[in-house]
């Protein structure tokens, strides 16, 4: 499978700022996406990276908070904007479509953002 | 909306012993399920995929997939305590999105 990075691996940052994490994967994929993993909780998809149009951000998440760029098929970013406590979180980014396999919907995850926002 | 369902656990069984996870999901028409393995402070990482009714088997680990019933578990034999974690039930809707609903997870512990 693919080798998928993120960075940073993790921050702690003051309410109001904002952060910009980076996916970085080693082959061409068709498919990225970001989601959240809070403590004890499940993943939550925030949005599918789409090369070369806007992301498609699922309910609950908007754009003016997590805009996300994906200039080529291999890198990503997702921001977080104006952070708040509540934005404490592991960040993580994942693949699919990948290595020219016809089975899309495997998702194969980075290593993963943690976030301490204070 | 569409749910997947696991028992949060913890779930503790001896070493050597077969570990029994389980999984409902609500989304009748779904088509693809999948079983991840996270570690604490890790990532998900992908173990079992299954797509048709019956078993699947890799190594110790086993798929079973009833979509009549609505359910899918993995079983693991000869559990080791390496084997240790949360694993997460992940289920795609129908519809071919390429987007799975995951679950909660369940925690599994294997003692000596």
């Known amino acids: 499978s693919a080798v998928i990075s993120q960075k940073p691996s993790r921050d702690i940052c003051q309410r109001g700022t904002s952060l910009t994490i980076q996916c970085q994967v080693d082959?061409?994929?068709?498919?990225m996406f970001w989601y959240r993993q809070q403590p004890g909780q499940s993943l939550t998809l925030i949005a599918t990276?789409?090369?070369?149009?806007?992301?498609?951000?699922e309910s609950g998440f908007v754009i003016d908070k997590f805009p996300i760029s994906r200039p080529n098929l291999t890198f990503s970013t997702l921001t977080v904007s104006n952070m708040s406590p509540e934005d404490s979180s592991i960040y993580l980014c994942?693949?699919?479509?990948?290595?020219?396999?016809?089975?899309?919907?495997?998702?194969?995850f980075g290593p993963g953002t943690r976030l301490t926002v204070l | 909306q569409k749910e997947v369902e696991q028992n949060s656990g913890p779930l503790s069984v001896p070493e050597g012993a077969i570990a029994s996870l389980n999984c409902t999901y609500s989304?009748?028409?779904?088509?693809?399920f999948f079983w991840y393995r996270q570690y604490s402070g890790k990532s998900p990482e992908l173990i079992m995929s299954?797509?048709?009714?019956g078993d699947k088997e890799d190594g110790r680990f086993t798929a079973q997939l009833n979509k009549a019933s609505q359910y899918v578990s993995l079983l693991i034999r000869d559990s080791q305590p390496s084997d240790s974690a949360t694993y997460l039930c992940?289920?795609?809707?129908?519809?071919?999105?390429?987007?799975?609903?995951f679950g909660r997870g369940t925690s599994l512990i294997v003692h000596p």
């Open positions: 994942s693949v699919g479509g990948q290595g020219g396999s016809a089975i899309y919907n495997e998702q194969f």
């Open positions: 082959s061409q994929v068709t498919m």
């Open positions: 990276a789409n090369q070369g149009s806007e992301a498609t951000y």
């Open positions: 989304d009748r028409g779904s088509q693809s």
């Open positions: 299954i797509y048709s009714n």
């Open positions: 992940a289920v795609e809707e129908s519809g071919g999105s390429y987007i799975p609903t």
